[in-house]
C-alpha cells in the first residue's frame, strides 16, 4: 500500500496519470463522433499519415508532434475534401495517404544518423515520457473540444445522422465537417504519446463501443465513453507499472477485457429478462390474451 | 396560381455526367405534384437541385419565397429512408427537432416551445409514444412517419418527399396519402415515386423525368401520350385491376 501512495509522489508518474485523464476526455467525445459516423477507417488513415511528419520532424531535428500534427491536419482536410468528389473512391484515397504517410516516415527515420530508441514509443506509446508540451497540448485539446461541442451539439449532431438533410435545410454542413476532421487529427495526433500510432485508434473507439453497449443516446454514449476511458486507463497505468509491461498496450488490453465482461453481463441480463417473460407466461396466462 | 420555385433551362448531373438536360419546371403553391420516372432518369438529381444541394451545370433556379410567412420554412424534405444509418444513437425526439434547425441559429439545445412543437407533430403523427424511442427500434413505416414530422415541423410552403412509399406496409401507405391530402391544404407537395399506379390516384399533375421533364397538367396520362412523350415508365399491375394509371376517372 505504502508504495501504491508512493508512486503518486513521482512526477512522472503525476504527469502520466494527468495525461491519460486528459487522453479520455478528447477521445471520449471526438471518438464517439467517429464511432456513430463510421469514420473508424478514415481515423486511422489520418492516424498512420500522421507518422510520416514524426519522421521529418526527426530529420530536420524539430518536435516529431509538431511534424505530426502537420501532417494529420493536412491528410484529414485532403480526405474531407476528396469525399466531396463522387469520382474518386474514398477508401483508396485513405489508403494511399495512409502508405504515403508511413513511406516518408521510415525513409526520413532510415535517414536520419543513430538508432532512436524514442522512436519507438511513438509507435508503440509511451505515457509515462510525456512532456510538460505535450500536457499542454492536450489540455489546450481537451477544452477545444468541450468548448466546440457544447456550442454546436445539435448541430454537430444533426449533421452526423443525415448529410443530406441538414444541407437541404441550410445548415453549415461543410463546416461542422471540416472542423470535425480537424479535431480527430489533433486528437489523435496529441494521443500518439499515449498510446502510440499503432494503439491510438483504440482509445478512441473501445470507450465508445461499451459505452454503445449500454445507452443509444449521443451525449451520455460522450459521458459513457470519457469515464470507461478514465477507468481503463487509470487501471491499465497501474497494472503497467507493477508488472513492468509497456503502458499502452496494458491500457487497451484492460479496456478490452472491460468490453467483454459488459458483454458477458449484458448477456446474463438479457437471458434472465427473457425467462423471467417465460415464468410470468406461465404463471399467468390466463392474463395474457 | 403563386409560384414557388422556377427551374428555367436546368442542366445538372455529377462530376463528368450530366443526370438532366434543359429542365423547364415550376411548382406553384397548391401543387401536388407526382414525379415518377426510370430509375438512373434523374428524380433524385432533380430533387437535390430544388433543395439546393447540387448546383446547376447551367441554367437557372429561382425561389419565390417575398411573399412567405418569415416563420415557416420554404422547403420541407423527406430523404429516402433507405440512406438512414439505423445504428446512429440519435433518439425520435431529436430527429423530429432537427428539422427546425436553421444556418442562423445554431443549436445546443432546444427551447421549451420547440419542444413543444416535437410533441405536438408527433401526436399528429398518431407516434408520440415513440419520442424516446432510438430509431434504430423502429420498423420502417414508424421510421417514415418520423422522418415526416421532421419534415413537417417548420411548416414548410413546399413538401418534398423522396419514395416515401419504400419499406412501409399497404396501411402505412394509405395513410400517408390521407395525411399528404390533409398537408395540401396548406403546403406544396413534390412527391418523386417508382410505384406509377398508386401515386397517380393522389397528385394533382404529374412530372415524368428521364433525362428530360414532361409536365402533366393532371394526374390522367393516355397510353398515346405516353408514347409521344416517350416516357418509358413501367406501369404495375395490381391483380385484376391491371394498368390502373390509364384508367380515365372523374373527380
Known amino acids: ?289 | 396560381m403563386e409560384k414557388l420555385v422556377e427551374l428555367q433551362q436546368v442542366t445538372a448531373g455529377y462530376a463528368d455526367e450530366v443526370v438532366l438536360r434543359n429542365i423547364n419546371f415550376t411548382v406553384h403553391e397548391h401543387d401536388f405534384i407526382g414525379m415518377i420516372g426510370p430509375n438512373g432518369g434523374g428524380k433524385t438529381t432533380l430533387v437535390n437541385v430544388i433543395l439546393g444541394i447540387i448546383k446547376p451545370m447551367s441554367g437557372s433556379i429561382i425561389f419565390h419565397p417575398e411573399s412567405s410567412d418569415r416563420r415557416r420554412r420554404f422547403i420541407g424534405y423527406l430523404p429516402q429512408v433507405s440512406r438512414t444509418d439505423k445504428k446512429f444513437p440519435i433518439s425520435v425526439r431529436d430527429v423530429v427537432l432537427s428539422g427546425l434547425a436553421t444556418g442562423q441559429r445554431f443549436m445546443n439545445h432546444s427551447s421549451a416551445s420547440d419542444n413543444e412543437r416535437v410533441q405536438q407533430v408527433l401526436a399528429q403523427m398518431g407516434i408520440e409514444p415513440l419520442a424516446n424511442k432510438n430509431i434504430g427500434e423502429l420498423s420502417g413505416g414508424q421510421l417514415q412517419r418520423v422522418f415526416l414530422c421532421r419534415a413537417i415541423i417548420a411548416q414548410p410552403r413546399l413538401l418534398i418527399l423522396d419514395e416515401p412509399n419504400t419499406f412501409v406496409d399497404n396501411k402505412f401507405e394509405n395513410d400517408l396519402y390521407l395525411i399528404l391530402r390533409e398537408l395540401n391544404k396548406t403546403m406544396a407537395i413534390l412527391m418523386v415515386s417508382h410505384d406509377v399506379g398508386t401515386i397517380t390516384y393522389y397528385v394533382k399533375s404529374i412530372a415524368c423525368v428521364n433525362k428530360t421533364l414532361h409536365y402533366h397538367a393532371s394526374n390522367i396520362i393516355s397510353q398515346e401520350q405516353l408514347a409521344s412523350y416517350n416516357c418509358p415508365i413501367q406501369i404495375i399491375t395490381h391483380g385484376d385491376v391491371p394498368h390502373t394509371v390509364l384508367r380515365t376517372h372523374q373527380h
Open chain 1, 1 to 289: 500500500m505504502e508504495t501504491f501512495l508512493e508512486l503518486f509522489d513521482l512526477l512522472f508518474f503525476r504527469n502520466a496519470l494527468l495525461a491519460a485523464l486528459l487522453a479520455s476526455v478528447s477521445c471520449g467525445i471526438i471518438g464517439t463522433s467517429i464511432v456513430s459516423r463510421r469514420m473508424v477507417f478514415i481515423s486511422g488513415g489520418i492516424t498512420h499519415a500522421s507518422f510520416g511528419g514524426i519522421g521529418i520532424g526527426y530529420f530536420f531535428g524539430f518536435s516529431p508532434i509538431v511534424g505530426a500534427i502537420f501532417f494529420g491536419v493536412l491528410s484529414a482536410l485532403g480526405i474531407e475534401y476528396m469525399s466531396k468528389k463522387t469520382e474518386v473512391r474514398e477508401d483508396s484515397v485513405i489508403a494511399i495517404l495512409w502508405s504515403l504517410g508511413m513511406a516518408t516516415g521510415i525513409i526520413f527515420v532510415f535517414l536520419t544518423p543513430g538508432y532512436s530508441a524514442n522512436l519507438m514509443s511513438y509507435l508503440f506509446g509511451n505515457i509515462l515520457t510525456v512532456s510538460q508540451l505535450n500536457l499542454r497540448l492536450l489540455l489546450a485539446l481537451s477544452l477545444l473540444v468541450i468548448v466546440v461541442f457544447s456550442l454546436f451539439f445539435k448541430t454537430i449532431l444533426f449533421v452526423a445522422f443525415d448529410e443530406n438533410f441538414a444541407r437541404a435545410i441550410r445548415l453549415p454542413v461543410d463546416a461542422i465537417n471540416y472542423l470535425l476532421i480537424t479535431l480527430v487529427a489533433l486528437t489523435i495526433v496529441l494521443n500518439i504519446r499515449v498510446a502510440g500510432i499503432i494503439l491510438v485508434l483504440s482509445l478512441l473507439t473501445i470507450p465508445q463501443t461499451i459505452a454503445n453497449l449500454f445507452t443509444h443516446n449521443f451525449k451520455t454514449m460522450i459521458f459513457l465513453s470519457i469515464l470507461t476511458g478514465m477507468i481503463g486507463s487509470f487501471a491499465g497505468l497501474l497494472l503497467s507499472w507493477f508488472f513492468d509491461i509497456p503502458s499502452g498496450a496494458t491500457i487497451i488490453f484492460f479496456l478490452v477485457l472491460i468490453y467483454l465482461l459488459a458483454r458477458i453481463v449484458l448477456q446474463i441480463r438479457i437471458s434472465l429478462k427473457i425467462k423471467r417473460q417465460i415464468n410470468t407466461e406461465h404463471e399467468t396466462p390466463k392474463t395474457i390474451l
